[in-house]
Every structure is written in C-alpha cells, then in structure tokens.
T-cell receptor
Framework: EAGVVQSPRYKIIEKKQPVAFWCNPI?????LYWYLQNLGQGPELLIR????????DSQLPKDRFSAERLKGVDSTLKIQPAELGDSAVYLC??????????????FGEGSRLTVL | AQSVAQPEDQVNVAEGNPLTVKCTYS??????LFWYVQYPNRGLQFLLK??????LVKGSYGFEAEFNKSQTSFHLKKPSALVSDSALYFC???????????FGKGTRLSVIA
C-alpha cells in the first residue's frame, strides 16, 4: 500500500516568491494534516482537514498561507509571498480515525523549503 | 495548556546496552501518548501509543514505553540498542476530545558500535 506522498521533496525560492506543496494521503484516510517542522523542533500543526472541511486552522498564518482539499483527497499548501522565516520542512500526514484521538498519524517524507 | 517535554536533546548509548528516551507531559485529564521516530530525510514513523489499559505498551522494532501517571511520564525504552536505532525520536500527546497532537522537540539517539 502506498504511503503519504508529498511533492516536491525540495524547493529553493527567492523571498517574496510563491510556493506550493502537494500531498496525496493514504487511500481511505479522511483526515489530513499539514505540519511545519523547523530545524531542531518537533512538528507543529498548521491545519487539519476532515474530508474537505478545514476543522482546525487556528495555527495557519492566514495572511500568507492558504490550503485546500477540494475533493477530500489531495491537498495543496501555498505560501504567497514566502519570507526567509518560512524555511522549514512541511509535513503532510493522514489518519483513518475521524477524530484521530487514538489512531496514529501516517506522515509523508516532507517538503523542505529554503527561502533565499 | 497541554504540553510535552523531552528533557534530553541527545542520548548516546553503546550497542547492546539498554536505552531510555525520556518524555514528560503536562495535562489536566487523561492523555493519549505516542512515540514517533524520524530517520534522516524521512517522515515520522509511528512506534507505539498509550490510550488506556496496561501501563507498559510494546511497539515496533522492540521498543516499549511505560505510562506513569503519578510522574506524568512516558519514557521510551529498549532492552538492547542497535546501531540502526540511531534516529530522532519524538514524544507526542493528545487529550480526549478533538484536540491536536502536540509534539515534543525531539531527542537524537546515537547508538555507538
């Protein structure tokens, strides 16, 4: 069974440019997450989807970040414009458990962003 | 607010020796506790979880963890470390209800041959 797939794996851009990351969750997983992982830190939740609905986006910086999951499967995370401080790894995860209180999350390999 | 602490940035252990990676949490209520491992340039992989029941839980790759409610701890252990266990380990906590999973900052484990 395929795991969570993310692309691109690496992205280098100039500041003020836009960037987008794509995630395809495990088939049948209704819950999808985007996490931000800074160097030397644990992942921090940006947004969580139940199907196509964003049920927790309180940590998403909405002035420059946006996300969508139009058909309740794939998801895209966008940053526009990117700033130097956005350099980090963006992790996508999915889970089967709708509330995901007791179930584990399955993570993709991440998209490493470098903003110059 | 819920939080999780991993007091050690780095743990070094000789191959074949037992290892412990520490985790403590702060919560008002019953926590759900998890351990994940991250190998270089890879995503996080689930190791084990405590939801309820037996305080000692067993997971992947021979790892286990003990839930200690009085000490609010959930330390990760393995009786005999392997060089291949060298990785970054994250403890995470969630509370009952629809709350997000909160991760510790991680502990880098180095197993030396």
């Amino acid at each position: 069974e395929a795991g969570v797939v993310q692309s691109p794996r690496y992205k280098i851009i100039e500041k003020k440019q836009p960037v987008a990351f794509w995630c395809n969750p495990i088939s049948g997983h209704n819950t999808l997450y985007w996490y931000l992982q800074n160097l030397g830190q644990g992942p921090e939740l940006l947004i969580r989807y139940e199907n196509e609905e964003a049920v927790d986006d309180s940590q998403l910086p909405k002035d420059r970040f946006s996300a969508e999951r139009l058909k309740g499967v794939d998801s895209t995370l966008k940053i526009q414009p990117a700033e130097l401080g956005d350099s980090a790894v963006y992790l996508c995860a999915s889970s089967l458990d709708p509330g995901a209180n007791t179930g584990e999350l399955f993570f993709g390999e991440g998209s490493r962003l470098t903003v110059l | 607010a819920q939080s999780v602490a991993q007091p050690e940035d780095q743990v070094n252990v000789a191959e074949g020796n037992p290892l412990t990676v520490k985790c403590t949490y702060s919560v008002s209520g019953n926590p759900y506790l998890f351990w994940y491992v991250q190998y270089p340039n890879r995503g996080l992989q689930f190791l084990l979880k405590y939801i309820t029941g037996d305080n000692l839980v067993k997971g992947s790759y021979g790892f286990e963890a003990e839930f200690n409610k009085s000490q609010t701890s959930f330390h990760l252990k393995k009786p005999s470390a392997l060089v291949s266990d060298s990785a970054l380990y994250f403890c995470a906590v969630r509370f009952s209800g629809n709350t997000p999973l909160v991760f510790g900052k991680g502990t880098r484990l180095s197993v030396i041959a």
